[in-house]
């Protein structure tokens, strides 16, 4: 959400930037918010004076029932009853219009960062650079799920009956390697200074709009039927909103914090859950990292966090590339964005396994995330975001990149002690 202030004053900036987002049903609202936004500061005005007018009469009234003048005293007291009801009525309109604005400024998106490349979609996203040599096998590297089968790793049909589609079983060393790969990301992001969290797996409607656009909540959340309560889709949403209605100090900046949850999706708008795979799906397991910090540090934090997941699938020989988001395929509240893709050899292209994103202010600024700066001045604070790893879609590029051409699937060196000192499973 941008500051009230900057929108005042910068209409034309608000504006160009819905353009670069390719987003212009939105550009009416920058109007609307003005002009909702000038008739609730003439309504607190309003409601200012008619308080300051009720003091004023109150204490006449006190004269005048000095002087015994009860007659003029009652009548003042039947202007101040008058005023109270006009108050009342004026401080509702201020309480309506403040949520009209909230409304509009919720879905207005946050002004991209000057070097994001301009684009409608993911498309037009920007290739940065290329971690590792993609090799293609002379061997035929079988579809994920195949592969998973003769490992006996997966049953799919059983978790159809259970769940439906997007569900799965995962068995045997298959199970075994998930688990690894999210220990080893834990040890990793703690070895680089991280704090390890493990966070609530539901969180309050507020909090979710307050880390999140409306249009991402729809597609992705599960409500708890009857309670204000949403199954997370990533532990940013509580890992984020554990700062909710706080006032850091900066020396307690930056918090850096690594925290491993079970998420859980819709995946609206999926175009149909895979029934036979798990690149997909409406429940998986991620080791994410997170980002508090000042303004001017966040670009740092920002290269920080998305080298950390270069650096983390290339332990594993898997090679990468990392794609700058386009402005339109940035979420609203996201500043900037860099995609993290993997090489997959049977596909012969890259894959998403995961996301960095710096949000500003945005998420601060709902959530009243605020630092008291040296000077006793509070400011919002900046927040970013980043996958570590999320299997079982990393499963795909792991299992596919590690393939022998005996049906055997080797185990990198740095993930051999959490799978029991194994150099091969199958």
């Known amino acids: 959400m941008l500051d009230m202030n900057f929108v005042r004053n910068n209409p034309e900036i608000v504006k160009e930037n819905i353009k670069k987002k390719f987003q212009d049903q939105k550009l009416p609202l920058v109007d609307e918010v003005l002009e909702l936004d000038k008739q609730y500061r003439a309504a607190i005005q309003k409601a200012d004076g008619l308080r300051n007018q009720r003091k004023v009469i109150s204490k006449q009234i006190g004269g005048l029932m000095a002087k015994g003048l009860k007659d003029e005293a009652e009548e003042m007291k039947q202007k101040v009853n008058a005023m109270a009801d006009e108050l009342a009525a004026t401080e509702k309109l201020e309480e309506e219009l403040q949520e009209e604005v909230r409304k509009r400024m919720l879905v207005i998106p946050n002004i991209i960062d000057p070097t994001v490349p301009i684009g409608k979609d993911d498309s037009e996203n920007v290739e940065v650079q290329r971690y590792g040599e993609p090799v293609v096998p002379e061997y035929e590297v ?31 060393d298959v199970a075994r390697l998930h688990s690894a790969i999210l220990s080893y990301a834990r040890d990793f992001m703690i070895d680089r200074g991280f704090t390890y969290c493990i966070p609530p797996y539901m969180i309050h409607g507020n909090v979710v709009t307050g880390v999140m656009s409306f249009a991402e909540m729809e597609n992705m959340m599960y409500k708890i039927e009857g309670e204000d309560l949403y199954l997370i889709g990533t532990s940013e949403h509580s890992m984020i909103g554990k700062f909710i209605d706080t006032i850091l100090t900066e020396n307690q900046l930056p918090q850096t914090l690594t925290s491993y949850s079970p998420c859980f999706r819709k995946e609206v708008g999926a175009h149909g859950i895979e029934e036979r ?112 790893v999320a299997p079982p879609r990393m499963l795909i590029a792991f299992l596919e990149n590690n393939l022998q051409a005996d049906g055997r699937v080797r185990i990198p060196e740095a993930l051999r002690m959490y799978m029991g000192g194994k150099e091969y499973i199958g």
């Open 277 to 388: 795979g798990v690149y997909r799906i409406h429940q998986f397991e991620k080791q994410e990292m997170i980002v508090v910090c000042k303004p001017e540090e966040s670009p740092d934090w920002f290269n920080k966090l998305w080298q950390n997941s270069v650096d983390f699938f290339r332990t594993l020989d898997i090679p990468v590339r990392t794609l700058e988001c386009c402005s339109g395929d940035l979420a609203d509240l996201k500043v900037k964005s860099i995609d993290v893709e993997a090489w997959s050899p049977r596909q012969q292209k890259y894959f998403e396994v995961g996301s960095c994103s710096n949000l500003g202010d945005a998420q601060a600024r709902r959530l009243q995330i605020r630092v008291k700066g040296e000077d006793g001045k509070k400011y919002f604070a900046h927040t970013l975001n980043n996958t570590v």
């Open 142 to 172: 079988p579809y994920h799920v195949d592969i998973m089968e003769r490992l006996s790793g997966i049953d799919l049909d059983s978790a159809r009956k259970t769940s439906g589609n997007g569900f799965y079983y995962l068995m045997g």
